[in-house]
């Protein structure tokens, strides 16, 4: 089944990820252990004024999960291409999708995965490289999670230079992406940059300057100020214990808790500064790329009460002291 797209024009979301996309996510169970690999190329094209999305998947992976998720063909769907909604039309993912300017929030359901997603993907400034991860779920809870990062090319299938790159690439995530994201637990610094921010209506207002400083108390455990300057202003300090992959915000501004899978902390924040009045939270995936850089791809989910407000996301340089 296929899509008419709406108009000749393409969305810009649409533009933004033309081109072929090549990833090597990584694939944990529910408690955040790496269980395998998924070697992926794909691209969201449109021919003849119809949208489509295809997925070339290779599984390695180990345990119930290889079995659920091993399907013996490509993934392809049809898209209704917009800025406001894309709409995954099947016969592979149904559902919805809402990009928020290099960032888009999507929630679909896979009938061979028999799988619930939440899907983020995230184009970074450079606009050649896509941070992506989807949460699986059974109901309202995780089965399985995949996350990685995406080159992208326009003459993979014909450049000899093309494909060798990628090859150094999937050779460079099959190294990083396992690794758990452990911050810094002895050297004190800080993550800053500027992040974009778009509002409940998709639109972008502006946006902030973000400084996270970290600084270790022992091997566990960290406090974090964090301060936002610009179209948003915040400021909060926290204490994070971690625990595995798990992690606890223990105040005295936010409460909440984490689960990383791999590099990616997926986080549940309730702010109760005086600023927040105990109705303000945050729903994040912080991205730690490499460990080396400690690049920190950041998308935060601001929420009053539980109601959506604004998207705040970009990358987030590290700069020890």
């Not at 452990?182 to 004190?188: A, C, N, R, S």
């Not at 998709?202 to 100020?225: N, Y």
Request: include cysteine; hydrophobic fraction near 35%; glycine fraction near 10%.
């Amino acid at each position: 089944m296929t899509a008419e797209l709406q108009d000749e024009t393409s969305s810009e979301w649409q533009q933004l990820i033309q081109g072929e996309w090549h990833g090597r996510p990584c694939l944990f169970d529910a408690e955040g252990n790496h269980v395998g690999y998924e070697r992926v190329d794909r691209a969201s094209v449109v021919e003849d004024g119809v949208a489509r999305y295809w997925m070339n998947t290779q599984l390695e992976a180990r345990g119930p999960l290889r079995n659920r998720f091993e399907l013996g063909a490509q993934f392809d769907f049809g898209i209704v291409d917009s800025d406001e909604n894309r709409v995954y039309c099947g016969p592979d993912f149904y559902g919805t999708g809402q990009p928020y300017g290099l960032f888009v929030d999507a929630h679909y359901y896979s009938p061979g995965w028999q799988a619930d997603l939440r899907t983020w993907n995230q184009v970074l400034p450079d606009g050649e490289t896509q941070v992506y991860s989807s949460v699986l779920h059974d109901g309202w809870a995780v089965c399985a999670v995949f996350n990685g990062v995406y080159k992208r090319t326009f003459d993979h299938r014909t450049n000899p230079q093309t494909q060798a790159y990628v090859d150094d690439w999937i050779a460079t995530e099959t190294r990083r992406g396992p690794t758990p994201q452990v911050l810094p637990t002895k050297e004190p610094g800080a993550w800053t940059g500027t992040l974009f921010v778009h509002d409940d209506t998709q639109t972008q207002i502006g946006t902030t300057e973000v400084r996270i400083e970290h600084d270790p108390i022992d091997l566990r455990r960290a406090r974090h100020h964090v301060a936002w300057d610009g179209v948003l202003s915040r400021d909060y300090s926290f204490e994070r214990y971690r625990d595995g992959a798990r992690l606890q915000y223990d105040g005295p501004e936010v409460f909440g808790n984490a689960t990383a899978y791999g590099r990616a902390l997926f986080t549940s924040q309730h702010l109760v500064g005086p600023d927040a009045r105990g109705v303000e939270k945050i729903r994040g995936r912080e991205v730690l790329i490499d460990a080396e850089s400690r690049e920190l791809a950041v998308v935060w989910q601001l929420l009053r009460g539980d109601r959506t407000t604004h998207f705040v996301h970009g990358l987030l340089s590290w700069a020890g002291r």
